[in-house]
T-cell receptor, first 108, second 115 residues
Framework: KNEVEQSPQNLTAQEGEFITINCSYS?????LHWLQQHPGGGIVSLFM???GKKKHGRLIATINIQEKHSSLHITASHPRDSAVYIC??????????FGQGTRLTINP | GAVVSQHPSRVICKSGTSVKIECRSL??????MFWYRQFPKKSLMLMAT?????????EQGVEKDKFLINHASLTLSTLTVTSAHPEDSSFYIC???????????FGSGTRLTVV
């Protein structure tokens, strides 16, 4: 079993829909990260969380430390949100442990 | 915000040759940089942790003599794929962090094709 599990692995939705991607982890962490990888390969760090909730534009990330679970929400989804979303945790030293990614496709 | 510049973005080389990939932190000092490899539709795999002024720490299974990492300054780390083989063809990407309270900044990645 992977230390970081994401669901779903693939998600297709219509423009405007509310999107939720889930991440569960099994190790102690100092922080959880949500990353976005576009088709060209570039990776952008969206959020770093150690507790509670963060919001940036249409993106919201939450974390429940007790349940070892985090969610990434996208409101009013748009085709430009189509990307792979990766959950990763910092579990010691500075190394990141990655989930397998969620491939999101938003259709117009 | 923090920027990590990675070059080249794409490279095609012949089997047996060496290829160098550079990552530079443009507006911050990165005492530690991380090198990853990614196979198609797979997650990132950490290859090594590059520390300024000291030897890199390689993950289990990564050949240190094949993937040479140098971190000669606080803003530059390089990955050299030596004696490249077609199976080394992959997407390589680096990342760095300004400090423990900051997130990770990633380079734009290098797509290596060995023919």
């Amino acid at each position: 079993k992977n230390e970081v599990e994401q669901s779903p692995q693939n998600l297709t939705a219509q423009e405007g829909e509310f999107i939720t991607i889930n991440c569960s982890y099994s190790v102690g962490i100092s922080a959880l990260h949500w990353l976005q990888q576009h088709p060209g390969g570039g990776i952008v760090s969206l959020f770093m969380l150690s507790s509670g909730k963060k919001k940036h534009g249409r993106l919201i990330a939450t974390i429940n430390i007790q349940e070892k679970h985090s969610s990434l929400h996208i409101t009013a989804s748009h085709p430009r949100d189509s990307a792979v979303y990766i959950c990763a945790v910092t579990a010691g030293a500075q190394k990141l442990v990655f989930g397998q990614g969620t491939r999101l496709t938003i259709n117009p | 915000g923090a920027v990590v510049s990675q070059h080249p973005s794409r490279v095609i080389c012949k089997s047996g040759t060496s290829v160098k990939i550079e990552c530079r932190s443009l507006d911050f000092q990165a005492t530690t940089m991380f090198w990853y490899r990614q196979f198609p539709k797979k997650s990132l795999m950490l290859m090594a942790t590059s520390n300024e002024g000291s030897k890199a720490t390689y993950e289990q299974g990564v050949e240190k003599d094949k993937f040479l990492i140098n971190h000669a300054s606080l803003t530059l780390s390089t990955l050299t794929v030596t004696s490249a083989h077609p199976e080394d063809s992959s997407f390589y990407i680096c990342s760095a962090r300004q400090g423990a309270v900051y997130g990770y900044t990633f380079g734009s990645g290098t797509r290596l094709t060995v023919v």
